[in-house]
């Protein structure tokens, strides 16, 4: 009988996918098992688009930033016909397990594959957003607060020669994690995350303290769904509609810089990272970690530990229930806001 472990990646791409790779079709030939790359996420195991991954399909792939089996946010329960062209292919190209490397979307549709169809499969958690539960840190994380705290250093010395207020939008989805960890490590004058909805009067206030002591410059990180507290929600319908439309966030740090060119006499100008933050090769911090996670996900397949994702807790390679994950953001730390929150103003 064939028993082959298949892989796809799904969702957005985030540096590190390739180590993940690498690592599983390494450590599965340790044991003898062949590894099936299945080709743009589950639309792959769809429409039947797969093939073995060898040694050297793998080979020096570690340092290269997207994925080699390319993805896609697919997902099979919006295809009528899906689950079922899944089985055929499911026994069709031998398979007998399945690593899923994903975000929340694809983690949480690992779910229910596992739940409802029964498929025996295991997560490895990938984001540039850092925000899934079950594990300490996912890799491309590490890469996107280099790439952010890169940009504020360089944010730093034109602002300050300018004497203007910089505002920095970042990614991070529903959560602040890119933000507040570049914010900290690029020295930022106040962040904006999602997790603390913000009042432009304080933002203001704290620009003003600084001005009034000589400090003619500030940082200002944004992080792509922060919003303003109730109390002082100025956005128009349409501006909240085009900010936090579900398929494409951003655009709230121009309007921070526009509130505050109102009501503070310093010009201010608006950088937003974007892609950037998720393109080019991973730091070395996200290659280790996404080639431990990689062995680990084939250990716990050999272990026949499915409906569970791989994940770092401390120093250690854990194993935790889909369950525990799916349907969830993992919040920034609030401790680790609190030490941003001293460095203010
Ligand atoms: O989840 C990773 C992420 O890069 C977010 O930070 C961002 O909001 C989103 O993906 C962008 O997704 P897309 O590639 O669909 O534009």
Not at 52 to 72: D, E, W
Not at 161 to 188: L, P
Request: aromatic fraction near 8%.
């Amino acid at each position: 009988m064939d028993n082959y472990i298949g892989i796809l990646t799904g969702g957005g791409d985030c540096p590190g996918l390739n180590a993940v790779i690498r690592a599983v079709v390494r450590r599965a030939m340790q044991e003898k098992i062949a590894i099936m790359g299945i080709f743009s996420g589950w639309r792959g195991l769809i429409d039947g688009n797969i093939k073995p991954l060898t040694r050297y399909s793998v080979a020096g792939i570690q340092y290269k930033g997207g994925t080699i089996l390319g993805t896609s946010r697919c997902n099979p329960f919006d295809d009528p016909e899906g689950l079922q062209k899944i089985r055929d292919n499911w026994k069709k190209y031998g398979l007998s397990s399945l690593i899923v490397v994903g975000g929340n979307g694809t983690l949480s549709c690992s779910m229910r594959m596992w739940k409802h169809e029964g498929y025996p499969l295991v997560g490895v958690p990938k984001t540039i957003d850092n925000d899934i539960m079950g594990t300490d840190y996912t890799f491309g994380f590490d890469t996107a607060v280099s790439i952010a705290t890169d940009a504020i250093d360089r944010l730093h010395t034109t602002a300050e020669a300018n004497h203007r207020v910089m505002i920095v939008e970042v990614m991070g989805r529903h959560t602040g994690w890119i933000a507040t960890q570049a914010g900290i490590a690029g020295g930022a004058d106040i962040i904006l995350i999602p997790e603390k909805p913000f009042r432009i009067s304080e933002v203001c206030d704290l620009l003003r303290k600084r001005k009034a002591v000589g400090r003619n410059f500030s940082i200002v990180v944004v992080a792509e769904d922060a919003r303003p507290h109730p109390d002082e929600d100025y956005l128009t319908a349409e501006q909240r509609d085009r900010v936090y439309n579900e398929e494409h966030l951003g655009g709230i740090g121009a309007i921070v810089g526009r509130w505050i060119e109102d009501r503070v006499s310093l010009s201010s100008r608006v950088t937003v990272l974007g892609y950037i933050q998720r393109g080019g090769s991973p730091t070395a911090f996200d290659r280790v970690l996404a080639t431990r996670l990689g062995v680990h996900a084939v250990e716990m397949v050999l272990r026949g530990e499915f409906g569970r994702m791989a994940g770092m807790r401390g120093v250690d390679m854990v194993s935790v229930p889909l369950e525990e994950v799916a349907d969830k953001a993992k919040p920034v730390n609030e401790e680790l806001y609190r030490i941003a929150e001293i460095f203010f103003g």
